[in-house]
T-cell receptor, first 110, second 118 residues
Framework: DAKTTQPPSMDCAEGRAANLPCNHS???????VYWYRQIHSQGPQYIIH???NNETNEMASLIITEDRKSSTLILPHATLRDTAVYYC???????????FGSGTKLNVKP | GAVVSQHPSRVICKSGTSVKIECRSL??????MFWYRQFPKQSLMLMAT?????????EQGVEKDKFLINHASLTLSTLTVTSAHPEDSSFYIC??????????????FGQGTRLTVV
């Protein structure tokens, strides 16, 4: 699987949009981008995933650049409960496993 | 989303004893489950892939005789930490993907088990 690079931490004001970047410059054509988050002492929670088109669901939006070398997870109105470590994972279409990188610790502040 | 349940959520055991952790998919069938370990302030590390009806496959550096995995049904996988030592103290997390889902479906994670070996 392609390697991902994320900033170790970010701050965001409550109510504002949180934009979390992820670089995956070695991504190949059959690899998907997945986002998970982990709130302290809990199991990871699925957020969203995509291949090349932008995706949106009730939790977040995923913006993938045209060359697919980077993506951004957008939480439109961050709340204190969104404080967590956010993991960007690139996984092959026909490969079963998820390998986690170091993630981004998002701190949402009042 | 689908629900994956782990039991127990916390366990304390004495050094030298064995501990079994259960992982259940509550509302879907999972031919494959995964076991992770997470040390404080670190990311999740994949330990092994649990395959229903067959032997688990272990990641490099994970001792298969120490971490016994059994996947006897489509909804249950167990991880047994044998002869536990204090350095085995960690947060153990399982995940599962639906057997009926396509290859690009997400994995769902359990709430984790905090193991403390004293």
């Amino acid at each position: 699987d392609a390697k991902t690079t994320q900033p170790p931490s970010m701050d965001c004001a409550e109510g504002r949009a949180a934009n979390l970047p992820c670089n995956h410059s070695t991504i190949s054509g059959n690899e998907y981008v997945y986002w998970y988050r982990q709130i302290h002492s809990q199991g990871p929670q699925y957020i969203i995933h995509g291949l090349k088109n932008n995706e949106t669901n009730e939790m977040a939006s995923l913006i993938i650049t045209e060359d697919r070398k980077s993506s951004t997870l957008i939480l439109p109105h961050a709340t204190l409960r969104d404080t967590a470590v956010y993991y960007c994972i690139v996984r092959q279409y026909n490969f079963n496993k998820f390998y986690f990188g170091s993630g981004t610790k998002l701190n949402v502040k009042p | 989303g689908a629900v994956v349940s782990q039991h127990p959520s916390r366990v304390i055991c004495k050094s030298g004893t064995s501990v079994k952790i259960e992982c259940r998919s509550l509302d879907f069938q999972a031919t494959t489950m995964f076991w992770y370990r997470q040390f404080p302030k670190q990311s999740l590390m994949l330990m092994a892939t649990s395959n229903e009806g067959s032997k688990a496959t272990y990641e490099q550096g994970v001792e298969k005789d120490k971490f016994l995995i059994n996947h006897a049904s489509l909804t249950l996988s167990t991880l047994t930490v044998t002869s536990a030592h204090p350095e085995d103290s960690s947060f153990y997390i399982c995940s599962a993907r639906s057997a009926s889902g396509g290859r690009n479906t997400e994995a769902f994670f359990g709430q984790g088990t905090r193991l403390t070996v004293v």
